[in-house]
């Protein structure tokens, strides 16, 4: 069962795709803005404004596609009280050890080291 952000990113993956088909389609397929007569062309002007309008406009349904598929495809995280349990669950199986603080060994000269007088009792 995908969750809701999966679904929702479906969703965006879907319009984003099918509105870029559609607009890309329309631009190059479908001739001319003013059906007054099949020989009628767009002038140049359009084209210039609409190929950077129509890249740009890849561009950002590209983006979205691309965010809805992150989102359909990424599992959805845990509940923090599933995560919380999880960690409370470790504590309880692993007691608290009392850690040994190790010292650096001490690196004094043989000649330095004088032994230990008996204290007495």
Known sequence: MASKDQAIGGMIFIVCLAIGILYTAGLLYFGTPFQEGLTLRWPIEFTLIAIPVFIAFIAIMGIGAWIG???????PPKPIEEITSEIEEKKEETPAEPKEETKPPEEAPEEEKKPEKKKRA
């Open 69 to 75: 598929w992150t989102m359909a495809t990424t599992p």
